[in-house]
């Protein structure tokens, strides 16, 4: 089985832009989470999805959104883009609702540089 | 809120020798899973390894093993016989037992370096 794939790997973009990053998770898993990871802040998480609904959202302002389609593929959007946003996007597929025991499976990330 | 601590931003560990990386949370939960993953340079996060607070005995997975103590909240991961393969970042991470859906909650990472 192939493993999750994250398009585009890397990005630079300037302040103010939007951009919007793409999820493909492990075939058959129908729950797709996404977190930011910084030096400063760690990992830290955004939302997830399952069924093509956001079921928990972490604490970030709501220029990050998401959407999931029929297919369990993801996007995230990020809008009016501030330097502070250049992170590693990750995102991570479980078979089920992500809660409990269910190892989620990340993927390589988007790098994204914002000037 | 839970937070996780890992108070080693960095480790080294000569080739064949063992290692002991530590892990700390902070929960006001009885039931909750952690786990151990790790994120070599440039490549995929992977799960090393994960324990169930209600069980008492220590995970363990090939040269992976943790040393759980519920009482001091503490998680830390022994690595035997290090390998090359071994260096990455590692990150221990928190997650409620509750059946619905919930986020990993991470610490900020250890960075190992293996040395040969």
């Known amino acids: 089985k192939a493993g999750v794939t994250q398009t585009p790997r890397y990005l630079i973009k300037t302040r103010g832009q939007q951009v919007t990053l793409s999820c493909s998770p492990i075939s058959g898993h129908r729950s797709v989470s996404w977190y930011q990871q910084t030096p400063g802040q760690g990992l830290q998480f955004l939302f997830e999805y399952f069924s093509e609904t956001q079921r928990n959202k972490g604490n970030f302002p709501g220029r990050f959104s998401g959407r999931q389609f029929s297919n369990s593929r993801s996007e995230m959007n990020v809008s009016t883009l501030e330097l502070g946003d250049s992170a590693l996007y990750l995102c991570?597929?479980?078979?089920?609702?992500?809660?409990?025991?269910?190892?989620?499976?990340f993927g390589p990330g988007t790098r994204l540089l914002v000037l | 809120a839970q937070t996780v601590t890992q108070s080693q931003p960095e480790m080294s560990v000569q080739e064949a020798e063992t290692v002991t990386l530590s892990c700390t949370y902070d929960?006001?939960?009885?039931?909750?899973?952690l786990f151990w993953y790790k994120q070599p340079p440039s490549r995929q996060m992977i799960l090393v390894i994960r324990q169930e607070a209600y069980k008492q005995q220590n995970a363990t997975e090939n040269r992976f093993s943790v040393n759980f103590q519920k009482a001091a909240k503490s998680f830390s991961l022994k690595i035997s016989d290090s390998q090359l393969g071994d260096a990455a970042m590692y990150f221990c991470a928190y997650r409620t037992l509750n059946s619905g859906n919930t986020p990993l909650v991470f610490g900020k990472g250890t960075r190992l370096s293996v040395i040969a």
């Open positions: 929960t006001s939960e009885s039931d909750y899973y």
């Open positions: 991570a597929s479980t078979q089920g609702i992500a809660g409990g025991s269910e190892t989620q499976y």
